[in-house]
């Protein structure tokens, strides 16, 4: 994988060259870390509407209406 970079200066000129090997590797290790932070909080959102979904079940076996449950968990 390779890519360039473009720098743009103060002076409104720019500049753009290719990654160096060094940097490729950086981009791809930092590719594969936002992949694995973004599955984990991809995960923890499935957690919270889980126990979100198990508290309000809870409360309606112990017969509480949705309005009631809305007023709540809110």
């Known amino acids: 994988m390779t890519f360039q970079i473009t720098t743009v200066y103060p002076d ?3 500049e753009t060259r290719d990654a160096t090997p ?10 594969v870390a936002f ?9 923890a959102i499935a ?11 809870k409360f309606a076996a112990l017969g509480l209406n949705d309005d ?5 968990v809110r």
């Open 68 to 72: 009631e449950i809305d007023a709540i």
């Open 12 to 14: 409104g000129t720019s």
């Open 47 to 57: 957690e919270a509407e889980a126990k979100r979904a198990s508290a309000r079940a």
């Open 22 to 31: 060094e940097e490729v590797t950086q981009r791809e290790a930092d590719l």
């Open 35 to 43: 992949q694995a932070d973004e599955e984990a909080r991809q995960q």
